[in-house]
């Protein structure tokens, strides 16, 4: 049934000609309300791209009505304006606990401006959760993905909406790094689709280092590989181990050492073949990969390069590797860590004083400046107009300034304020993500968990431990491709 437009829902009987006049003006009402719902599809302005279908991209089992949009804006102009006031987006993912605190906080200003509610839900078991809501017609209106790998998946089935053929790809371009929207492009069953848009992000190229401490000691931050070497060998020969490495961490014991393989891949082969590489095209017994686990083993497997020697690797948490840096006397001096890992520093340190980073060198000049990074992209499953405002307004640095001020979150997005960082030190981190020659999403995280989450975490385990030999362990990560 047509709603009424406010102010004709009461008409008063006067006399017999005002209920014949009222009732003529409810019936105009009515057809001018049904005409306007024929213009649904109207595109929300001219730079927007052709407007979803109940297809592959936009199944029809997730489709609600057509979209309604104004030929003025966009869904997200619309918002702003109250348009969908006392509507509701249903969101599902990872975040829980204090992470699930931030993102209500950063969301909050939003709900209140335009009056959609976004009901978040988080679970810790979101993985094997969402294939079952998704599968079984119960998707939400939004999920967050932080493995890009199973989003693909339903990227695949036809099971997620393009968000290319509503967002202004122009904007889009101003925004981000071109490298997450090609991050963001995936195969679907009916040809390439943008399958969602990148949020919060974590830089991984950093090592991590007791900054006074190191000046003191008079070592000067290294600009290519050879000297990040030549410093290695300096601290060895000043006494102590360069590196605290640590990969044990319970059932996902070895992740840290594909975090390295990959930045390494990064430095000494094109994007392309890294590309190749996540998706099973290029082999890890290829010698583009052997030669970068070589590269990762200068360091590893010299004992005097690494704290506790190179046996002592598979047997400290990823957690406790970094903390040798901090005692009153270092007993290592750097630490190869996303910029997460600040979590797990003494809680009596200041960042920029007591402890800093600097970009993991580049290896082959040739391959630039690459830089990776791990992040949630939120997909898109049900098509309404409040859903698409919603997403738009996650494609704003905006969406995320409460969180970046809390600390602990870089944005993808170009227009976040640098000054919303807490901490040149953050601060730093989100323009290298920006300045990147090659930004590229962890590895593992892409390739499918038997591979990723499986035979390459045991297979660096074992290569490190000693068990086996490079060619063995190149052999044995190759081998989770076929399971």
Same mark, same amino acid.
């Given at each position: 049934?047509?709603?009424?437009?406010?102010?004709?829902?009461?008409?008063?009987?006067?006399?017999?000609?005002?209920?014949?006049?009222?009732?003529?003006?409810?019936?105009?009402?009515?057809?001018?309300?049904?005409?306007?719902?024929?213009?649904?599809?109207?595109?929300?302005?001219?730079?927007?791209?052709?407007?979803?279908?109940?297809?592959?991209?936009? +199944?029809?089992?997730?489709?609600?009505?057509?979209?309604?949009?104004?030929?003025?804006?966009?869904?997200?102009?619309?918002?702003?304006? =109250?348009?969908?006031?006392?509507?509701?987006?249903?969101?599902?993912?990872?975040?829980?606990?204090?992470?699930?605190?931030?993102?209500?906080?950063?969301?909050?200003?939003?709900?209140?401006?335009? #009056?959609?509610?976004?009901?978040?839900?988080?679970?810790?078991?979101?993985?094997?959760?969402?294939?079952?809501?998704?599968? #079984?017609?119960?998707?939400?209106?939004?999920?967050?993905?932080?493995?890009?790998?199973?989003?693909?998946?339903?990227?695949?089935?036809?099971?997620?909406?393009?968000? %290319?053929?509503?967002?202004?790809?122009?904007?889009?371009?101003?925004?981000?790094?071109?490298?997450?929207?090609?991050?963001?492009?995936?195969?679907?069953?009916?040809?390439?689709?943008?399958?969602?848009?990148?949020?919060?992000?974590?830089?991984?190229?950093?090592?991590?280092?007791?900054?006074?401490?190191?000046?003191?000691?008079?070592?000067?931050?290294?600009?290519?590989?050879?000297?990040?070497?030549?410093?290695?060998?300096?601290?060895?020969?000043?006494?102590?181990?360069?590196?605290?490495?640590?990969?044990?961490?319970?059932?996902?014991?070895?992740?840290?050492?594909?975090?390295?393989?990959?930045?390494?891949?990064?430095?000494?082969?094109? +994007?392309?073949?890294?590309?190749?590489?996540?998706?099973?095209?290029?082999?890890?017994?290829?010698?583009?990969?052997?030669?970068?686990?070589?590269?990762?083993?200068?360091?590893?497997?010299?004992?005097?390069?690494?704290?506790?020697?190179?046996?002592?690797?598979?047997?400290?948490?990823?957690?406790?590797?970094?903390?040798?840096?901090?005692?009153?006397?270092?007993?290592?001096?750097?630490?190869?860590?996303?910029?997460?890992?600040?979590?797990? !520093?003494?809680?009596?340190?200041?960042?920029?004083?007591?402890?800093?980073?600097?970009?993991?060198?580049?290896?082959?000049?040739?391959?630039?400046?690459?830089?990776?990074?791990? =992040?949630?992209?939120?997909?898109?499953?049900?098509?309404?107009?409040?859903?698409?405002?919603?997403?738009? !307004?996650?494609?704003? #640095?905006?969406?995320?300034?409460?969180?970046?001020?809390? =600390?602990?979150?870089?944005?993808?997005?170009?227009?976040?304020?640098?000054?919303?960082?807490?901490?040149?030190?953050?601060?730093?981190?989100?323009?290298? %993500?920006?300045?990147?020659?090659?930004?590229?999403?962890?590895?593992?995280?892409?390739?499918?968990?038997?591979?990723?989450?499986?035979?390459?975490?045991?297979?660096?385990?074992?290569?490190?431990?000693?068990?086996?030999?490079?060619?063995? %362990?190149?052999?044995?990560?190759?081998? =989770?491709?076929?399971?």
């Amino acid at each position: 049934m047509t709603k009424l437009p406010k102010g004709l829902t009461r008409l008063k009987k006067t006399n017999k000609t005002g209920t014949v006049i009222s009732a003529m003006i409810l019936v105009l009402a009515l057809l001018l309300a049904a005409c306007g719902n024929n213009n649904d599809n109207s595109p929300a302005s001219a730079s927007n791209l052709t407007e979803p279908s109940a297809s592959a991209s936009t +199944p029809a089992e997730t489709q609600s009505s057509s979209p309604e949009e104004s030929a003025s804006g966009t869904a997200l102009d619309d918002a702003l304006a =109250g348009k969908y006031k006392g509507t509701k987006v249903t969101m599902f993912g990872p975040f829980t606990d204090v992470d699930q605190v931030k993102f209500e906080e950063a969301v909050k200003a939003f709900e209140d401006k335009t #009056g959609i509610d976004i009901q978040y839900e988080g679970s810790k078991e979101f993985e094997a959760t969402i294939s079952i809501r998704v599968d #079984g017609g119960n998707a939400p209106d939004i999920a967050d993905f932080p493995q890009p790998g199973l989003l693909n998946t339903f990227v695949k089935s036809g099971k997620v909406i393009d968000v %290319a053929s509503f967002m202004d790809a122009e904007k889009l371009k101003a925004n981000y790094n071109k490298s997450w929207l090609d991050m963001a492009t995936m195969q679907g069953s009916n040809g390439n689709i943008m399958a969602g848009i990148w949020a919060r992000s974590s830089v991984k190229s950093l090592v991590w280092y007791p900054k006074k401490a190191f000046e003191e000691a008079g070592y000067t931050v290294p600009q290519t590989w050879d000297e990040l070497l030549a410093l290695t060998e300096q601290i060895a020969k000043d006494g102590d181990p360069a590196w605290a490495i640590g990969i044990e961490s319970g059932a996902a014991t070895g992740w840290a050492a594909t975090d390295w393989i990959e930045d390494i891949m990064l430095r000494t082969t094109t +994007p392309e073949n890294y590309d190749k590489w996540v998706k099973g095209e290029l082999p890890f017994t290829d010698d583009v990969v052997k030669n970068a686990v070589n590269k990762m083993s200068e360091i590893w497997l010299n004992k005097d390069y690494v704290y506790g020697g190179t046996k002592s690797i598979v047997t400290t948490a990823f957690g406790d590797a970094p903390k040798v840096m901090f005692e009153d006397q270092p007993k290592a001096w750097m630490h190869r860590q996303a910029s997460f890992i600040t979590s797990f !520093f003494p809680q009596n340190l200041k960042s920029g004083e007591d402890y800093d980073w600097f970009y993991l060198p580049p290896i082959d000049p040739q391959y630039g400046s690459p830089v990776l990074v791990a =992040g949630d992209i939120y997909a898109m499953f049900n098509d309404r107009p409040e859903v698409r405002a919603v997403m738009e !307004f996650f494609t704003t #640095g905006e969406s995320l300034k409460t969180w970046i001020q809390s =600390g602990g979150v870089i944005a993808p997005m170009n227009d976040a304020d640098p000054a919303w960082y807490t901490s040149d030190v953050e601060r730093r981190m989100a323009e290298l %993500a920006q300045k990147a020659t090659t930004l590229r999403f962890d590895g593992s995280d892409l390739m499918p968990g038997s591979v990723g989450a499986g035979t390459f975490w045991k297979g660096m385990t074992d290569y490190v431990s000693g068990t086996i030999d490079l060619d063995g %362990a190149l052999n044995e990560i190759q081998a =989770g491709w076929k399971q």
